[in-house]
């Protein structure tokens, strides 16, 4: 089957859409050899193919085989990023994997933005276990009208109605609280690629 | 788990055996290794998902491929194995076959079992 210019412009925007969602992640080689590929699969089963009912329908039939760009652009994501994350375990690939998810899909989105929270406080609490035997009177335990809110680091003075409690054993506690939470984010994580990789 | 979510899993996992056999008797390309799966299974549920996975076990060094131009209007990637391919492939192959005796043998006892 020969393409019309619709249907060449039709090929070339599948194309387009591939390559600009594979530059979000990929060097530009790998994303260049990836839509290479991907063409020429496209280009060999349109010339295999027959316009039947019409070119346009056939072609469009071609393409759903092969999967929406955004489709094939997330298995790419899979197979490197995440792959890299949920099998290395490592922060940095983690972080990358977790950022690609969230400024591409809705759903990422919202599971980075929980993420981060989660590893935010995790970081502060173990930071103010550093910061303790600095600022002993600063560090501490707070205390709101007598009930006890959580971890807490007040500068200069802690604000009328809040009290600050809590000696140096605080500083175990908020390490282990702390070391805990990144450890529980970072299994959150990999729970979370590794789902989102078996998804795709 | 549902057995959908179960069915997937398998052929996910068994992805990578079936592509490493479709170019063990000799070099393809994405295209050709698709319709090679597609004859034999039906573990291609989107064909553009083959590449990136042809990607990955080529940056494994598992496979080695090359852009070949003039056999075809389009220039074509061919995949071979790699010798760390072929080895991997062994081992994948025995494992396999282990693995399917030993749900076999447990299936048989299973139905011997039954009343």
């Given at each position: 089957m020969n393409l019309s210019e619709v249907g060449d412009a039709r090929v070339n925007g599948y194309l387009f859409v591939l390559q600009r969602s594979l530059k979000t992640f990929l060097p530009a080689e790998s994303v260049r050899d990836a839509v290479r590929e991907i063409e020429s699969h496209v280009r060999e089963r349109i010339a295999a193919?027959?316009?039947?009912?019409n070119e346009r329908d056939a072609i469009e039939r071609i393409l759903a085989e092969l999967g929406p760009p955004l489709r094939v652009a997330q298995a790419y994501s899979a197979e490197r990023t995440i792959d890299e994350a949920v099998t290395t375990g490592r922060f940095v690939a983690i972080v990358r994997a977790v950022w690609h998810l969230a400024v591409t899909t809705v759903v990422g989105f919202f599971a980075a933005l929980g993420l981060f929270v989660g590893y935010v406080v995790s970081f502060a609490t173990l930071l103010m276990a550093a910061l303790k035997p600095i600022f002993p009177h600063n560090v501490g335990i707070q205390f709101v009208n007598g009930v006890p809110i959580g971890p807490a680091a007040e500068f200069p003075v802690p604000a009328a109605g809040v009290d600050l409690r809590g000696g140096y054993w605080v500083i175990p506690l908020f390490a282990v609280a702390g070391l805990a939470g990144l450890v529980l984010m970072q299994w959150c994580a990999r729970r979370y690629l590794a789902w989102w990789r078996n998804r795709i | 788990m549902s057995h959908e979510t179960w069915q997937e899993q398998i052929r996910r996992g068994t992805l990578d055996l079936a592509i490493l056999l479709s170019v063990a008797s000799g070099p393809r390309y994405g295209l050709a290794i698709i319709q090679h799966l597609e004859a034999f299974t039906d573990?291609?549920?989107?064909?553009?998902?083959i590449y990136p996975i042809l990607a990955r076990l080529t940056r494994e060094g598992l496979l080695a491929s090359t852009w070949v131009e003039g056999e075809a209007p389009h220039p074509r990637k061919y995949y071979a194995l790699t010798r760390a391919g072929t080895k991997r492939l062994a081992e994948m192959t025995a494992a396999w076959r282990e693995f399917v005796k030993k749900i076999d043998r447990l299936m048989a006892a299973s139905e011997k079992g039954r009343p």
């Amino acid at each position: 089957m020969n393409l019309s210019e619709v249907g060449d412009a039709r090929v070339n925007g599948y194309l387009f859409v591939l390559q600009r969602s594979l530059k979000t992640f990929l060097p530009a080689e790998s994303v260049r050899d990836a839509v290479r590929e991907i063409e020429s699969h496209v280009r060999e089963r349109i010339a295999a193919a027959e316009a039947t009912p019409n070119e346009r329908d056939a072609i469009e039939r071609i393409l759903a085989e092969l999967g929406p760009p955004l489709r094939v652009a997330q298995a790419y994501s899979a197979e490197r990023t995440i792959d890299e994350a949920v099998t290395t375990g490592r922060f940095v690939a983690i972080v990358r994997a977790v950022w690609h998810l969230a400024v591409t899909t809705v759903v990422g989105f919202f599971a980075a933005l929980g993420l981060f929270v989660g590893y935010v406080v995790s970081f502060a609490t173990l930071l103010m276990a550093a910061l303790k035997p600095i600022f002993p009177h600063n560090v501490g335990i707070q205390f709101v009208n007598g009930v006890p809110i959580g971890p807490a680091a007040e500068f200069p003075v802690p604000a009328a109605g809040v009290d600050l409690r809590g000696g140096y054993w605080v500083i175990p506690l908020f390490a282990v609280a702390g070391l805990a939470g990144l450890v529980l984010m970072q299994w959150c994580a990999r729970r979370y690629l590794a789902w989102w990789r078996n998804r795709i | 788990m549902s057995h959908e979510t179960w069915q997937e899993q398998i052929r996910r996992g068994t992805l990578d055996l079936a592509i490493l056999l479709s170019v063990a008797s000799g070099p393809r390309y994405g295209l050709a290794i698709i319709q090679h799966l597609e004859a034999f299974t039906d573990l291609v549920v989107a064909e553009g998902t083959i590449y990136p996975i042809l990607a990955r076990l080529t940056r494994e060094g598992l496979l080695a491929s090359t852009w070949v131009e003039g056999e075809a209007p389009h220039p074509r990637k061919y995949y071979a194995l790699t010798r760390a391919g072929t080895k991997r492939l062994a081992e994948m192959t025995a494992a396999w076959r282990e693995f399917v005796k030993k749900i076999d043998r447990l299936m048989a006892a299973s139905e011997k079992g039954r009343p």
